[in-house]
C-alpha cells in the first residue's frame, strides 16, 4: 500500500497505525458515498505523509486521485487547479464558467452557484466509473472562495463517490472550512510512539542525547528525525522566520534556546542584553513563535526552538552563567561554555546531581554526573563520577547510557571498589539489554577483582545472581554461592546508596535461592528486627519477592513485587524493578489478577520504549499474548527483538506463548512443538523455573500427538529436579502432567493428588481448575458422570470468574450432557426443591424466606444441605443445573 510513498514519508508515518486507519476506513467508505475530513496538526506531525499514504491506498483500490499542485493564492485558484487536473468536458453555461475559470478569469459572485452546479457535474461524470479521491494539503494558504464552495460542494453532494480529503494547520484556519467537513485532530506521538520512532535512528545515541531529544522534539514526527541526526537541516520554512526579527530578539530567541525550560524570562533576557521590560520579545510573540507563560519562555514549535540555536552558544552559555541566580544553573552553564576541565566547575555539577537525587530525578542525576566527570582534572575523580553516573542512568531507565559510562570509568580507573560500583550498575543494564550472559561476566570479574567495600560486592553478587536467573544458565547458578563467599563485612560507604547493609540476609537470600531454589530453606541468617524504611525496605521486598516467586509462592511474590513497582514509579527510578517486571507480570497471572497483570504490561511497555529496554521488548509481547489467549482471543503477530544468546527466560516465555496460542487454535502438533522446545534433547528445562510450569501442556498435547513416551521422560527429569519437597504447586503440575500421561490404573491417584489441596484453587486458580475440568474428563470417560459433575462445575465456576473465555466455552460443552441427577434432585424434600428453583433463579436467602414464610438463617441451613446432595457449590452452578425447573419457580 505504501509504495509509491519516499523514504521521508514512511519515515513519518511510523507510530501513525491508528491514524492510518482511519483514514483509509473514510476512503473506503467513499466506495459507496461522499466523504470529507479536515486533517488539523501543527507543522511536522505527518499529515502530508498520512495523505500521500490515503492516497496510495485509494489508488490500490481503483480510485481517481487528483491533487492539484500549489500555486499563487488567487480567487477561486485551487479550484482552478481542481478543475484542470479533471479534464472533463462539459456544455452550456457550466462548460462557460468552467473554461473561463480555466483562463483564470474573474468568476462574478452571483455565478457561484452556476460554478457549484458546474463542479457537481463534473463530480458527476468523474464518479461514473471509479471513486473519485481530491487531495488539497496546507488548505490553511488556499484562497476561501474555493474553500467556501468546497464546502457547498460537500453540502450538495448526494450519491457522488468521491472522498475530499484536507489537510491543515489550526493556527489561521478560514472559516470558510465549514462543519460539513469533520475535523480530524492530529495529535503529537505519546512517549512510548515517539521513543519507537528514535529507535530508527541509531545516531540519537543513549543517554542525554536521546532523552534530550525526545524532551525538546515534544512528539513532533519531524523534530524528532532532524534532532536524531547532527548534519540534518532545519527546514527553511523556520529558519526564514527566526532570520525575519530583528538582532535583538534573535539573539534572546538564542539564549532562551539553550536555557533549561526552568529559567525565568528575565534570566534570559539579561543574559542576552534585552530591555528589562520585556519588549524586545513582542516580535516574536507577534510572529508566534514563542510565548512568555508563567514568567518562562516557551517555543511554540520543536524546530523554533532548533532554529534559534544557531550562533555563538558557548558565548551564550557564558552570558546565562554571569546573570543566573541558581548556582545550578550557573554549573551547567559554566561546563557548556567550556572545552577545559575544571575541579569547581565538577564538583558544582556535584552538587547539582545530588540535588535531583534527593528529588528522585535519576535522569538529571546520571547527566550532572557524567559532566562532572568530563570536567574532572584527575582520573580518579573522573572514574568515582563515572560509576556513581551509571546507577544514576540504570535507575533512570536507560540501559545502554548506563553501559557507555561504565565503559568510560574502566578507561580511567582499575580500582575494585569503583569499578565495582560501575559494574553493578552495567551489569543490570545489560540484563536489561537482554544481554544476561555478558552481564554475568562482567559482574564475575568485578567481584574476583575482590571490592574491599563489602556492599560493593553484596550489590554485585546479587546482580550476578539476577543475570543467572535471567540466562537459566546452570553452569553460572553453581558459581553463585562461591562469589557470596568473597562478600567482606567492610563498608566504605560506597555500596551503602546500592544495597544497605541492613538487607544482607535477604540478599544472600535470594542469591542462595537463584542458584537452587529447590534446595533453597530459607535465610542462613536473620535480621535483628530493626524496623525497615527506605531503600532498605525496598531492597528486602525485592529481594523476597523473588524467592517467593521462585519457591512458587505466588501471592507473595505479586505483593511484594507490585509495592516496589509503585514505590519506585513514586520515586522516580523505574529502572531499578525492569529484571523483576515479567515476574511480577508471571505472578499475577498464575494468582488470577489478569486486569493488575495487564496494567502492568502497560505501563512496562512505555517504560520498554522510552528507555529501548530489550528485556522488556522480548518479554511483554510474550506476556500480553499468553493473557490474550487466555481470554479466548487470537493475539495479533507483534515486533519482538531477536534473543542474544542465553536468554533462555525471555525465550521461554515466547515458547509458552506460542504453544497456548497453537493449543487454542486447536493445532496439537505445533503446540507440542513448543512446550517440547521449553526443555533440551536431555529433558532438562531450558530454563529451570519456567519449564516445569508448563508440563501439563506438554503431558496433554503428548498424548493428543502420540508423544506420551517422551514427554513422560522429561515428566520424570523435572520430578527429579524438584527433589524430595517439591512446592505445593510443583505437586499440583507434577501429578496433573502425570494423570495426563498415565493411561494405567494410577491415573485417578495422580488426579486426587492435583486437586486434593484446595488451598491450591486460591493461589493458583487458572492452573488447578486445568487440573479439575482434567479430572471431570477422565471420569466422564469412566462413565462416572455423578462424580464428575462437581469438578466440572467447580471448574467451569473458575473459569468464567477469570475470564478464561476458551476454557470455559470447553467446560460448558460438556454440561448439557451431564444432565440433571433426577435422582438427587427427586430425593430432596418438596420443601427443599422449592429453595433450590428459587436460589437457582438469583433470590437471596431474605427473598426466598420472605416468599416461602421462613427465616433467612432456614433457608441458609437448607442450601447448606442442598449443594452437596445436587453436587454443586453456589448459585451460579445450582441455575446451570437446574435450567428450565429454576426459570419456572421465577414466574
Given amino acids: ?112 452557484r452556476a460554478l457549484l452546479t458546474a463542479v ?15 487531495l488539497v494539503d496546507d488548505a490553511h494558504r488556499a484562497d476561501r472562495g474555493s474553500l467556501r464552495l468546497l464546502t457547498q460542494l460537500v453540502r450538495h453532494a448526494s450519491a457522488e463517490r468521491f472522498v475530499l480529503l484536507l489537510a491543515a494547520r489550526p493556527a489561521g484556519l478560514p472559516a470558510e472550512i465549514g462543519p460539513e467537513i469533520a475535523p480530524y485532530h492530529l495529535a503529537p506521538l505519546p512517549d512510548d510512539a515517539a521513543a519507537r520512532l528514535l529507535d530508527t535512528r541509531p545516531a540519537a545515541g543513549p543517554g542525554p542525547a536521546r532523552r534530550d531529544i525526545l524532551r525538546r522534539a515534544g512528539g513532533n514526527p519531524l523534530a524528532l528525525l532532524r534532532l536524531a541526526d547532527p548534519v540534518a537541516e532545519v527546514p527553511g520554512e523556520f529558519t526564514r522566520r527566526v532570520e525575519a526579527l530583528p538582532a535583538v530578539t534573535r539573539r534572546l530567541l538564542l539564549h532562551a534556546a539553550i536555557a533549561a525550560d526552568s529559567e525565568p524570562a528575565g534570566t534570559v533576557t539579561r543574559a542576552a542584553g534585552g530591555a528589562d521590560d520585556l519588549r524586545d520579545w ?14 518562562r519562555v516557551r517555543f511554540r514549535h520543536p524546530l523554533i526552538r532548533l532554529a534559534a540555536a544557531a550562533g555563538d552558544v558557548a558565548s551564550a552559555h557564558g552570558n546565562l552563567a554571569a546573570r543566573t541566580d541558581d548556582p545550578h544553573h550557573r554549573a551547567w552553564h559554566r561546563a557548556a561554555g567550556t572545552d577545559r576541565t575544571d575541579e569547581t566547575i565538577a564538583a558544582a555539577l556535584d552538587e547539582t546531581a545530588e540535588l535531583a537525587r534527593r528529588h528522585a530525578d535519576y535522569y538529571a542525576e546520571a547527566r550532572a554526573l557524567q559532566a562532572a566527570a568530563e570536567g574532572s582534572p584527575g582520573p580518579a575523580d573522573a572514574a568515582r563520577r563515572y560509576a556513581r553516573a551509571v546507577f544514576a542512568a540504570y535507575r533512570s531507565g536507560d540501559p545502554r547510557w548506563a553501559v557507555e559510562l561504565y565503559e568510560r570509568a574502566a578507561a580511567v580507573t582499575g580500582d575494585p571498589d569503583i569499578l565495582g560500583a560501575a559494574a553493578g550498575g552495567a551489569g543490570l543494564a545489560l ?45 553460572q547458578r553453581r558459581q553463585l554461592p562461591a562469589l557470596l ?47 525497615m524504611t527506605g531503600l532498605t525496605e525496598v531492597a528486602r521486598m525485592l529481594f523476597t519477592g523473588t524467592v517467593a516467586w521462585l519457591r512458587d509462592d505466588s501471592a507473595r511474590a505479586a505483593a511484594e513485587l507490585s509495592a516496589v513497582f509503585q514505590a519506585q514509579q513514586r520515586a522516580g527510578a523505574p529502572g531499578s524493578l525492569v529484571a523483576r517486571l515479567p515476574l511480577l507480570i508471571t505472578a499475577l497471572i498464575d494468582g488470577g ?66 504453544g497456548l496460542t497453537a493449543l487454542a487454535a486447536g493445532d496439537h502438533p505445533a503446540a507440542y512443538r513448543q512446550f517440547r522446545a521449553l526443555f533440551d534433547a536431555a529433558g532438562e528445562p531450558v530454563h529451570y523455573v519456567l519449564g516445569p510450569r508448563s508440563l501439563p501442556q506438554l503431558a496433554l498435547t503428548a498424548v493428543r500427538t502420540g508423544r506420551t513416551a517422551e514427554a513422560t521422560r522429561i515428566l520424570h527429569r523435572c520430578r527429579e529436579q524438584a527433589g524430595a519437597a517439591p512446592t505445593s504447586r510443583m505437586v499440583l503440575l507434577l501429578a496433573h502432567a502425570a494423570a495426563l500421561l498415565d493411561d494405567g490404573d494410577r491415573a485417578e491417584e495422580h488426579f486426587r493428588a492435583a486437586v486434593g489441596d484446595r488451598d491450591r484453587a486460591m493461589r493458583w486458580p487458572l492452573e488447578f481448575a486445568e487440573a479439575e475440568f482434567s479430572y471431570a474428563l477422565w471420569l466422564r470417560r469412566q462413565r462416572r458422570l455423578l462424580d464428575a459433575r462437581p469438578h466440572l462445575m467447580a471448574a467451569l465456576d473458575t473459569f468464567l470468574r477469570l475470564g478464561a473465555g476458551a476454557h470455559a466455552e470447553q467446560a460448558g460443552k460438556y454440561l448439557p450432557a451431564a444432565g440433571v441427577p433426577e435422582g438427587a434432585f427427586a430425593a430432596l424434600t418438596p420443601q427443599k426443591q422449592m429453595i433450590a428453583r428459587l436460589a437457582a433463579t438469583g433470590l ?27 453436587s454443586v457449590g453456589n448459585r451460579h452452578q445450582l441455575r446451570e443445573l437446574l435450567g428450565d425447573r429454576a426459570a419456572g419457580s421465577r414466574r
Wanted: with cysteine.
Fill in 1 to 112: 500500500m505504501h509504495g509509491s510513498l519516499s523514504m521521508i514519508e514512511l519515515g513519518m508515518l511510523i507510530c501513525r497505525d491508528r491514524e492510518l486507519a482511519d483514514l483509509t476506513a473514510v476512503v473506503d467508505t467513499a466506495a459507496s458515498r461522499p466523504v470529507a475530513v479536515l486533517l488539523l496538526g501543527d507543522a511536522g506531525l505527518g499529515k502530508t505523509a498520512l495523505l500521500a499514504a490515503a492516497a496510495a491506498h485509494a489508488r490500490g483500490r481503483g480510485y481517481r486521485v487528483i491533487a492539484p499542485p500549489a500555486g499563487p493564492v488567487r480567487p477561486f485558484g485551487l479550484l482552478r487547479r481542481l478543475v484542470a487536473a479533471a479534464r472533463v468536458e462539459t456544455t452550456g453555461r457550466p462548460r462557460r464558467i468552467l473554461l473561463a475559470l480555466n483562463a483564470g478569469q474573474p468568476i462574478d459572485p452571483a455565478d457561484e
Fill in 120 to 134: 457537481l457535474l463534473v463530480l458527476d461524470r468523474l464518479t461514473e466509473r471509479a471513486p473519485l479521491m481530491l
Fill in 282 to 295: 513582542l516580535p516574536a510573540e507577534h510572529a508566534g513563535l514563542v510565548g512568555i507563560v508563567d514568567g
Fill in 431 to 475: 540484563c536489561h539489554s537482554g544481554e544476561p550472559a555478558r552481564a554475568f561476566e562482567l559482574t564475575r570479574a568485578a567481584v574476583l577483582r575482590r571490592p574491599g567495600d563489602g556492599q560493593v560486592a553484596m550489590t554485585v553478587v546479587a546482580v550476578a545472581a539476577t543475570a543467572a536467573l535471567l540466562s537459566g544458565d546452570a553452569g
Fill in 485 to 531: 563467599d568473597l562478600v567482606g563485612d567492610d563498608s566504605a560507604g560506597l555500596g551503602e546508596a546500592m544495597i544497605p547493609r541492613a538487607a544482607n540476609p535477604y540478599a544472600r537470600a535470594s542469591v542462595m535461592a537463584i542458584a537452587d531454589p529447590d534446595g533453597f530453606r530459607g535465610c542462613d541468617e536473620e535480621p535483628d528486627g530493626t524496623a
Fill in 593 to 658: 489478577r489478569w486486569a493488575e497483570a495487564q496494567s502492568v504490561i502497560d505501563e512496562a511497555g512505555q517504560l520498554a520504549a522510552a528507555g529501548n529496554i530489550t528485556l522488556l521488548r522480548g518479554a511483554l509481547p510474550a506476556l500480553r499474548d499468553i493473557l490474550i489467549v487466555l481470554r479466548n482471543d487470537r493475539p495479533e503477530p507483534a515486533d519482538a527483538p531477536p534473543l542474544a544468546p542465553g536468554n533462555a527466560f525471555v525465550e521461554s516465555l515466547r515458547r509458552r506463548a506460542a
Fill in 844 to 870: 437471596t436467602n431474605r427473598e426466598i424466606a420472605d416468599r416461602l414464610t421462613l427465616s433467612p438463617r432456614t433457608v441458609g441451613s437448607h442450601l447448606y444441605d442442598i449443594y452437596p446432595q445436587l
